[in-house]
C-alpha cells in the first residue's frame, strides 16, 4: 500500500487484498524432520501451512524449544481458533500437537493482492518509472522476487 501511493497517478494496479492468519505455538520438538514450509495439499481444512521458524533460525526459541508457525488464509474471527487448528494439525503430526502451548495470534490484512491480472513481463515502466511488485507478476513471493528480476534485467539492458 505504501509502494502505491509512491506511484500514484502512474495508473498502476491498486490491488485488493487477502488477508492471512498466523498463529504461533511452542512445542517441545519440532514436528518436520527438515526445514520446509508443510503444505497443506489437500484442499480440506483451514491450514495453509506449517513452518518451524526455530529450525531454520535457533535463536527464535528458547534452548529446547520450537517455534511453529501456522498460516490460515483469511481473516478468522474464531475465538477458539488455536484449538480448531491443533485439531486439524493431529492429523498432520499425530497427538503431540495437544501439547503445543498458543503463544499468539496475528492478523495480517494485506497478506498478498488477490490474482485478478497476470502480466507475464512481470513489470511495466510508465514515464520512465519501472513499478515492479507481486501485483505485477503473480500474488506470491516467488512472483515480487521473480517480478524485480526482470525489471533488473530489463534495466540493465538500457544501459
Known sequence: AAAARLVEGFGVFEPNWRAVTNLYFEADTSPLDRVIIA??????????NVAVMSDLAPDYAPDGKSLISVSVLGESRESNLPLVVQQEL???????????????????????????????????EIGGVFVCGDHAMSA??????SSGKSTAEAILTLS
Open 140 to 145: 506470491s513471493i516467488e512472483g515480487a522476487i
Open 90 to 124: 493431529k492429523e498432520w503430526f499425530g497427538e503431540k500437537v495437544t501439547t503445543w502451548k498458543h503463544l499468539r495470534t496475528d492478523l495480517i490484512k494485506e497478506a498478498l493482492p488477490t490474482q485478478e491480472e497476470t502480466n507475464l513481463i512481470g513489470f511495466r
Open 39 to 48: 503444505l497443506n495439499g489437500t484442499q480440506s481444512g483451514i491450514v495453509n
